[in-house]
């Protein structure tokens, strides 16, 4: 019964990678395609929500300003900050931003947001957060050309890669940043789209007010992003852009404590998703956890020998790094293949931590 279960979690994680492998292999050329030549000139709306930010928000405004996109403008709505965030930006002097104060000081970002969605100017709305940095000047055309070239598209899902530093914690916050970015792409290109990052999103506003915008989810602080996406994407009107020059990086968190605390909101937020998304990205999950749990438990009671055991991690090993391969270069996580072993065994051991922490670390957010 053990052994017919490890069977059954190492098939399933296969499948999976297999499908993720298809996935990446069926856009990745097309996605690092890049025409400068391709005049885009919708005009575009910016919209940076930030809350004691004032160590980012001046360098985040300014690198935007810096983009090469002939029409824009950005929208920097202070989320009730006690650090003076506003005030710094406010001595920045072009007319192309704009500083507002949020006039409702409730938890999450969806109070902020709607009010600089309805103070925006323009219908193509693209969004990302007070500490974050645009991987290059063509941030705002990579994402506008998504929508531009193709009939019928309101919603674009961005990558928000982690910036890497030589802390330990670094690698698997990175490790979990990649691997979440592969499942909803892959499921995005699927038909299936269930979720993005605020961080780098990009929707029009008549979507918006389409779908009544956070109403639907409005008594919980965190979804702005996922369950948005939830409401408003469907097969015919999202896509994905995994082009590097539509990367947003962001500082991954510092402390294990903060980090579990991130992603905590992410748990309050998922139980809304549909049951089909729920029971796959569970699945995926639970065959992780099944797979390390079943292997050291039949080494421990002497179903496997030592090197039967080491023989299944070597297989795993060696068959994931090849199917993850390309969506780890384009993700650029090139590096973290020489730390897979430990952060393969890290993410089952994270699956398990994170309910448990998020039950007893309840709060409004």
């Excluded at 294990?256 to 995926?284: A, D, E, M, P």
């Amino acid at each position: 019964m053990l052994i017919g279960l490890l069977w059954f979690c190492f098939l399933v994680i296969i499948l999976y990678w297999v499908w993720f492998y298809h996935a990446f292999s069926s856009v990745s050329t097309e996605a690092k395609i890049c025409n400068p030549k391709e005049k885009i000139s919708e005009p575009v709306s910016v919209i940076i929500s930030f809350k004691n930010a004032a160590g980012h928000i001046v360098k985040t405004v300014e690198s935007i300003l810096l983009q090469d996109y002939p029409a824009f403008e950005i929208i920097a709505i202070d989320d009730f900050s006690s650090d003076g965030g506003s005030e710094i930006l406010q001595k920045i002097h072009d007319k192309r931003l704009c500083v507002f104060k949020a006039a409702l000081n409730l938890p999450g970002k969806k109070s902020a947001l709607t009010q600089a969605i309805g103070c925006a100017k323009y219908d193509l709305l693209l969004f990302t957060d007070g500490d974050c940095l645009p991987a290059s000047p063509r941030w705002i055309s990579s994402m506008v050309q998504n929508i531009s070239v193709n009939t019928g598209l309101e919603l674009v899902l961005g990558y928000s890669p982690m910036e890497k530093t030589a802390r330990w914690l670094n690698g698997m916050v990175r490790y979990e940043t990649i691997l979440t970015a592969i499942q909803y792409i892959t499921y995005a290109l699927a038909g299936m789209p269930y979720m993005g990052v605020g961080r780098n999103m990009m929707y029009r506003k008549s979507l918006f007010h389409k779908v009544r915008g956070f109403e639907s989810h409005a008594a919980l602080a965190s979804g702005d992003d996922d369950l948005f996406v939830r409401s408003a994407a469907q097969t015919g009107n999202t896509t994905i852009n995994i082009n590097p020059d539509s990367f947003i990086y962001s500082e991954g968190k510092s402390s294990v404590s903060s980090f579990l605390q991130q992603k905590s909101r992410h748990i309050s937020t998922s139980i809304k998703y549909s049951l089909k998304h729920r029971f796959w990205l569970g699945l995926f999950a639970a065959c992780q956890v099944g797979f390390y749990g079943c292997l050291f438990m039949a080494l421990c009671f002497g179903y496997l020998s030592v090197i039967t055991f080491i023989g299944w991690l070597v297989v795993k090993w060696t068959v994931q790094i090849m199917l993850q391969r390309k969506a780890f270069v384009i993700l650029d996580g090139r590096d973290l293949t020489w730390w897979f072993p430990l952060l393969d065994i890290g993410m089952a051991v994270y699956y398990v931590i994170l309910p448990f922490y998020a039950m007893v670390s309840r709060r409004d957010w």
